[in-house]
């Protein structure tokens, strides 16, 4: 069976157990907190050197880190996956997206918020994350403007990476209620069918 490491309010973390449920893939969940510092510890390093959560374990031994990576890994093969070549490859322009450009901005501003509990010395980042978060939904509304899903009607990976920062955006102090485009497709994803919550 599958052994995920993770924290449960990570939506890197989220990523890899909304796939293994859409997928009805049966794993089992090791929690690893990292604000007591459980992803410095020398048996975690061993697993995933850099120290980062989410990774994830298979029978054989073999380690996998990086949350789209992870859920390119388990979804091969399935219909989270465009056959066609340029829908596949507009999946990972989102997924690249995300990681470059929403995710270090969402989730950093989300983190200064609900992890860490608005620190003084990061305010300044944390406003400056919040102009730049604003671009972000702005243009994600946008792209989701006449389709129902992120690349057009077929629900893929690419929905599951930025779903994962985008539907708690609110706990890192982002307004949602004026993007009806992002609010509709939020809805959209819990009824994919094997959908579960973040807590869930
Ligand atoms: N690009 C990585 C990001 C991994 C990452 O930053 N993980 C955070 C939790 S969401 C972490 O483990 N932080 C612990 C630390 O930096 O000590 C991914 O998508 O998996």
């Known amino acids: 069976m599958i052994t995920v490491y993770g924290d449960e309010k990570s939506g890197n973390c989220y990523k890899i157990k909304l796939t293994l449920h859409l997928l009805n893939i049966e794993y089992q969940w090791q929690v ?52 066609d070549e340029f829908d596949k490859a507009l999946m990972y322009q989102w997924m690249f ?13 989300r983190f200064i918020q609900l992890y860490q509990n ?19 939904l702005s243009l994600l509304d946008q792209q989701l403007s006449g389709n129902s899903f992120i690349i057009g009607s077929q629900f893929t ?18 307004d949602l209620s004026h993007y009806d485009n992002i609010n509709n497709w939020l809805e959209r994803v819990t009824q994919q069918s094997g959908y579960v919550s973040m807590f869930g």
Do not use: W
């Open 32 to 83: 690893v907190d990292l604000m007591k510092g459980e992803t410095r510890t020398s048996a975690f390093l061993a697993k995933s050197p850099q120290g980062k959560l989410p990774i994830i374990e298979l029978t054989d031994g073999g380690v996998l880190a990086e949350s789209n990576a992870i859920i390119g890994y388990l979804a091969s093969h399935s219909a989270l996956i465009p056959e």
């Open 97 to 109: 997206y995300e990681q470059y450009t929403h995710e270090p901005c969402i989730a950093v501003a």
């Open 118 to 136: 608005m620190p003084v010395e990061r305010q300044a980042e944390y406003d400056a994350l919040h102009a730049k978060g604003e671009k972000i």
């Open 157 to 174: 990976l690419a929905d599951i990476a930025l779903y994962a920062y985008t539907h708690v955006a609110d706990e890192g102090g982002f």
